[in-house]
């Protein structure tokens, strides 16, 4: 009972705030709108038991991706009532675009139900939920499965790494870079000169 | 919860080498660019002991990592392969490097590096495995094809080669997906188990086409025709060490890593998988037959021969049987040699300009350094397979397994493409003894180079008195692959 009615909570206000992103007028509302949504899904992954995912989603998307966004659309002065102009005219396009995805979504949905036989050979089922939380789950299949392609995967970015070092760094000539052991080998006669000036002189 | 560590010991070649990278990269930034010489000869020393601890392993298949890594004889005899093209590559170079300015740490470290991707290829046992093996391999090698970046010329080959090998790898992971959609695993043991199943019926279309997308996306990392447009612009615009390094080591890696995802998990599928493979066999052979004999640049010509090569190497596998396999191991053996002491001598066409690549630039060589000549001229032969040199040998076990094997017509068109092939090798051995000299090279400074020229052309010439040893380590380890 109480689930259901957190859950008709949940979507509703996902549904309802992904519709003021993109109807909202002012870019910066947008933004504080798909963070209101992405926490609402964050407590649709909870109420389906993806407790991690649900974590992922706050920590990830609305602590790093939703702020960037904020960032973006505050110090760009983009016009967004010029970019909205032609709305009308892609909707039946996007319209189609969405239909499409939904009917691939429930060609995928209906070849799981039409033909159980392919669960038969699936390699790794997902584990009950009652027996593990999914970050044990998680992290038993990366780091303990499938460690050597986790390590082979760092490998793959070190070599990027290197890879974008030798194709990109040079040594600019010219560019006063701070050396520690010059600065701590300075002394005190070399810094610094002191000159006895006569009075009604100057220098 | 216990959680048990896998078994590592199959992997600690992989381990050491990944380490010993790592700390070969720690040493070349602390010590700059003046420590290239000594990390280059570290690197050497590390692949070549790499090398010994993999031939001492013992010759029974061991998986590991959840079945995702296998070791066995098969993999044993293609990463000494791999290794000892690699540990030569890296003293190639080294002279190469010094004399045109580029010294730089991070050459052997990649060379390094692309070796670690070629090891986890060879011995991959899952589709996964195989992934992260061919992009570990492929990052390096961009790299290094656009290691002369103030180029033009090399940073389009870097440029090309990485365009066209993410398209490759798109194809690979494409297949590698549909695969797994129509089979549920990604694991070959297991998909060899749920393919054989199939026997009945056949298998499902999907399988097939993700079949034919993985064996399109290795058949670009081999460079076999049709998807060979890319080899010959890289090859030609990549610094030439570095051509001299694509042309072997990671062409060897490939071609196990097909072997193995051929013959293992769709080994029951081998009648939807030969007919691509004979395809690419003949197209290749004749192509790069066709197409070399118009170029004048050495390296383009030599990029056409290596496609030719290729194709010789899949009539092997093409014939379907452990003598066809046996047959491509002794090729690929004899083409690492060849090809070594050929582009060692490529590296020596040095003028007081610089590297010259032209055909004609070898005018009257015999005349001017009579060694050098011999020793191309011998290298030129045997790749034409010209008889008793071990060129010969290579081609004669892969006909004779394709003609086992029933394939006659296969044989004989092979045969035909090694005439057309042997015009443009006898071409630069003409050039060297009978035309006008144009003018000695700089003498080699580095003892190195004529240490592996006279190696490998002692080794081809006398192959024919000693063939056993390499025909039984490969016996042995295309047993090893089909158990």
Redesign the interface.
Known sequence: MIESLCFYLFAAITVLSGFMVIASRNPVHSVLFLILAFFNSAGLFVLLGAEFLAMILVIVYVGAVAVLFLFVVMMLDIDFVELRQGFLQYLPMGALIGLILVVELMMVFGGWVLAPE??????SATPDIAETENTRALG?LIY??????F???G??L???M??A???THRQRPGVKRQNISKQVRRRRDEAYELVDIKPGQGV | MT?VL?NLVP?LPEMIM?VGA?AL?MLGVFRGNKSTGQVSWLAAVLMLVVMVIVAGAENDKIAT??D??VVDGFTIFMKVLVLLASALAVLMSLPYLRAENIE?F?YP??IA?AT??MM?MVSANDL??MY??I??QS??L??MA??R?DTAQSTEA?LKYFVLGALSSGMLLYGASLVYGF?????FT?LAN?LHGHEGHGPSLGVIFGLVFVAAGLAFKISAVPFHMWTPDVYEGAPTPVTAFFAVAPKVAALALLTRTLFVPFGDMAGSWQQIVIFMAIASMFWGSIAAVIQTNIKRLMAFSSIGHVGFALVGIAAGSPAGIKAMLIYMAIYLVMNVGAFVCILSMRREQGLVDDIDELAGLSRTQPAMAAALAIFMLSLAGIPPLAGFFGKFYVFSAAIDAGYYTLAILGVLASVIGAYYYLRIVKIMYFDEPVGAFEPLKAPVMSMIMMASAIFIVLFVFLPAPLRNTAESAAQALLH
């Not at chain 2, 089979?183 to 694991?187: Q, R, S």
Request: hydrophobic share 60%.
């Open positions: 392919m669960t038969a050979v699936v390699a038993q303990t499965d499938y460690v050597f392609l390590q082979c995967a490998m793959v070190l070599t990027a290197i890879g070092i030798v194709l | 959680t896998p992997a990944a790592m990269l990592f959840g995702m890594f730089r991070e470290i990649l590096l670690l991707g986890v996964m495995t992260m093996g992009e570990m990052l390096a961009y790299v656009a290691f970046r870097g089979t549920g695993t990604t694991n297991v749920v």
